[in-house]
């Protein structure tokens, strides 16, 4: 995508990686939405094709296939080099390292995570319970084993439309009621499987316990 200097690379297939690379030099991509003109994002560049060297030590360590790098600019810098992936319509696949579970982990450390999900019936308006649902699940696919992670969906009592009061309770959806769970995998799709078969209802007036709750995990 970008690069401070021409690239004349050899590349061929090799069975390690499973498609043509080169040996040569590393490459360099930058996401889709970030400014290529951008000074930090130049720097970046030629800063870091001083990596090669270390990348390229980095091959013969057992069990190491790709070697790379991540910067806050969103510049990824890979060895060996390749022929980025693109999609079925012929379009180069986007990609920002700084989105990547290996990124978060290495610049923020462990997180602990409790999520307050409005579930009372407001969010059935204007496309807010999608939205929030698409909110949480980008959460959930940040974080890593080293994290910890809870919802909680608030809703409070209300009376439905035959007149008929209702009281239900504020639900948390991990396998733990009263502490965060670690983030695994297993449990990330737990706690995402059990979003998804929330539906918006009630009143808010379940709010307030609800942030009790998140705060004491």
């Not at 407001?122 to 696919?141: F, Q, T, Y």
Request: with cysteine.
């Amino acid at each position: 995508d970008f690069a401070p200097y021409p690239l004349s690379l050899n590349f061929g297939y090799n069975g390690t990686f499973r498609r043509n690379v080169s040996f040569d030099q590393s490459i360099v991509k930058i996401p889709d939405y970030v400014t290529r003109s951008d000074s930090n994002v130049i720097n970046t560049v030629k800063w870091t094709s001083r990596l090669d060297g270390t990348l390229k030590s980095l091959q013969s360590l057992r069990n190491v296939r790709w070697s790379y790098f991540g910067a806050e600019t969103g510049v990824f810098r890979i060895f060996p080099s390749y022929e980025w992936t693109s999609n079925f319509a012929g379009f180069r696949v986007d990609f920002d390292p700084r989105t990547r579970p290996w990124y978060l982990s290495a610049t923020s450390g462990p997180k602990n995570v409790g999520i307050f999900l409005d579930c009372s019936s407001s969010m059935s308006r204007d496309g807010r319970w999608h939205i929030a649902k698409s909110a949480v699940n980008e959460i959930l696919k940040s974080l890593t084993r080293d994290d910890f992670v809870n919802i909680v969906c608030a809703r409070g009592s209300f009376y439905n439309e035959h007149g008929e009061y209702r009281n239900p309770t504020n639900k948390v959806l991990g396998c733990n009621q009263t502490d965060l769970i670690r983030a695994t995998q297993s449990n990330r799709k737990q706690l995402l499987e059990a979003m998804n078969i929330q539906n918006p209802y009630g009143s808010s007036r379940g709010h307030r316990s609800a942030l009790q709750t998140v705060g004491n995990m």
